[in-house]
């Protein structure tokens, strides 16, 4: 069984503190490792897919990188627009199961 | 990237009762997936749902309490139905781009709350 499980479960910053979102993994074979952003009241907005080890991505303030056990979202001197939860999802080789398996989250909170 | 939308955007609804809730895509897709949230909780795969054929759910959900319709490639349906304060969630669609890389992404979600 898939299983993801992201650290810390909160987080709270200072403006410009920058620290990492720790995201590790079990799955039979990997197919990509997703990142989302979530604000309250909306849906999950895309933020990477991660597709082999070593691979990395960057956005703005945001860089995401992939071992064959774990995933680090960077966030590099934060902004308090950038608070928000934070998901990481897998989806695994499986034939047919393209759906995306999720951890419970790292919920960010940055402070001016 | 695929723009989601759903509706209703929220509603709240009897114990007993059953709600439909749409997805539509403004694009062509060929996979689309139902999500659960419950409170301060991440999100649980309901079903896939792929045109043509009939909705593949996961365990712990049943034909029979969350039906599923895709007519077509752009649009599906979500039933709740006979429903219990325990349904009080988040639902979420979501569609897989193949034309980006096969990213996901979600629709705006339906807050549902049973009383």
Not at chain 1, 34 to 46: A, H, L, T
Not at chain 1, 60 to 87: C, G, N, Q
């Amino acid at each position: 069984e898939d299983q993801v499980t992201q650290s810390p479960e909160a987080l709270r910053l200072q403006e410009g503190e920058s620290s990492s979102l720790n995201c590790s993994y079990t799955v039979s074979g990997l197919r990509g490792l997703f990142w989302y952003r979530q604000d309250p009241g909306k849906g999950p907005e895309f933020l990477f897919t991660l597709y082999s080890a070593g691979e990395e991505k960057e956005k703005e303030r945001l860089k995401a990188t992939l071992t064959k056990k774990e995933s680090f979202l960077h966030i590099t001197a934060p902004k308090p627009e950038d608070s928000a939860t934070y998901l990481c999802a897998v989806q695994a080789l499986d034939t047919g199961r393209r759906a995306l398996t999720f951890g419970s989250g790292t919920r960010l909170q940055v402070q001016p | 990237s695929a723009v989601i939308s759903q509706k209703p955007s929220r509603d709240i609804c009897q114990r007993g009762t059953s709600l439909t809730i749409q997805c539509q895509v403004d694009s062509q897709v060929t996979m689309m997936f139902w999500y659960r949230q419950q409170p301060g909780q991440s999100l649980t795969l309901i079903a896939t749902a792929n045109q043509g054929s009939e909705a593949t759910y996961e365990s712990g959900f049943v034909i029979d309490k969350f039906p599923i319709s895709r007519p077509n490639l752009t649009f599906s349906t979500l039933t709740v139905s006979n429903m219990s304060p325990e349904d009080s969630s988040i639902y979420l669609c979501s569609v897989e781009w193949v034309a980006g890389g096969r990213e996901q992404y979600f629709g705006p979600g339906t807050r549902l709350t049973v009383t």
